[in-house]
């Protein structure tokens, strides 16, 4: 069977180049693929140019002209894009019940939260919205952060924030509180990592077109961290929170921290980091002793708040990690905190166990197996717990290039087919004489999936670096990849969509494809 994909006619794409996507021939080391699945990528390519329509009515002479004016196209989307105090939604412990938001003021004010039901406009909250001076480079923000609630899941929100007299105030924006136990989507967004507003743009434009071509419900977005390139520039932020609010206006944000938010373990403003003040996460996580080990160590007990927690959505118990934590804050993690290591350590084993849900998902942003970077002592301290407390899906970012592998104690697990590649390379470890297993449709009993996302922007590796760790899957082109994962009681469903360009700092896609489609089942 044939899986052909077609652009929507709505945007106004250039024709297809797949040569600034890097690796254009397929090239699989399978023993065996299945035939199953065969991707065609076909442009559309449309012009936009209003028309007049004229009506006449033989009972006058009067002539009636109508303007049909051509639908609002991606590009002109992406300009219209604005988010002058920085909103954001952030996922709470209780998602079902409470909401976090966070926003930024222009001056030292009493910040508020404006929100209501929709159903009853008669009724409006007023909520007090705590400052959170931070230092960006040597400018001041003010930074706030409050959460709503208790919310009726299932009810739609109206919000705004500003401050509490009402003379600073944003356009009102809707939330809709997600049900318990329903199915879920979100997007996975790794390592947007700009350093300019173009390369912003370009995320925007990858989103937008993932989303019109793809058509998802997604409940909110996921990111591993690095979501500036440098954490003290304030503009960055300011990029990344206006080109965001294609999604976090109305969808939470889920992250953690990357090493490009964090300055190493020695930096002066450790108490208030530019992350901190800007995300507006749970703070359910570890609390450590003092950091005594490694000489200039800053860090304070309190360091992970909103950067390792955990909450449960649907049949899923998510965790974020701050790796940053197996870091003695140089590029190599030569060296560890092995005490505060350890509380961790123990935290996640504790919130592992006490789990109930069907599925467990790890987020973090150096994953123990991936192309660039050998993250040695987060596979040797991290993972043997991930295994002993049946984590089934781990998303990593920090590598800007694509793979998926799955591991169990420390080996590749063996697959005997997989659908046909057309970007990438498949190594399957054909087993002899056993079950046969597909790549593409497995169970969670061969062990724990890694799935490392390249980047939602324009910063590739391309196969500059190698850790030598061997993957199943890879895909070091020079294209944004945007996963959409969707979970349910049986199954996580995972659609790879690959945003296709000219060149990898082109801004405007040239088409929407499916890299990869995979499905683990229990």
Known sequence: MMKRILLLSTLVLAALA?????????????????????????TTVTTTAATTATTTTEATTTEATTTVTDPPTIFDA????????????????????????????PTVDVGAVYW??????????????????????NKTVYAYAATI???????????????????????????TAPQPDADFSFLYLADPQENAVTGYTAYA????????????????????????NDADVRSQWNWFFQYSSVFCYGKPIVATIGNHEFDGISDPFMDRLEYDGYTNLPANGPVYGPFDELEGDLRTPGIDAGKTYSFDYGAAHIVAIDTEIFCD????CSDYDADNVAILLDWLANDLEAAGSVWKIVLLHRGPYALSYDSALIRTLLVPTLEAYGVDLVLAGHDHQYSRSVYWTGALAGFTRSDVYTLGTVSLLQETGGTEWNFNDYPRELGITYLVGNTAGTKYYGGSKSSGIPVHYEYDGECPVIPIITVTNDAITVVSY??????????????????????IRK
């Open 78 to 105: 992406v300009n219209a894009l604005t988010n002058p105090y920085n909103i954001a939604l952030f996922m709470n412990e209780d998602p079902y019940h409470y909401l976090n938001l966070n926003f930024v003021l």
């Open 205 to 228: 434009h990858a989103i937008l077109s993932v989303m019109a071509y793809a058509q998802p419900e997604f409940d909110f977005a996921m990111f591993p961290g690095d979501m500036v």
């Open 18 to 42: 797949f040569t600034g996507c890097g690796r254009t021939v397929e090239t699989t080391t399978a023993t065996t693929t299945s035939s199953s699945t065969e991707v065609v990528i076909t």
């Open 498 to 519: 690959i945003v296709l360009k000219d060149s990898a700092l082109a801004i405007v896609p040239t088409g929407v494809a499916i890299l990869e489609t995979f499905t």
């Open 116 to 137: 209501r039901a929709v159903d009853n406009e008669l009724l409006t909250y007023i909520m007090n919205a705590d400052l959170k001076t931070t230092t960006v480079g």
């Open 149 to 175: 609630g208790p919310l009726t899941p299932g009810t739609t929100y109206r919000y705004r924030v500003g401050n509490v007299l009402g003379t600073t105030l944003s356009e009102w924006q809707e939330y």
């Open 329 to 332: 804050g140089l590029t190599a």
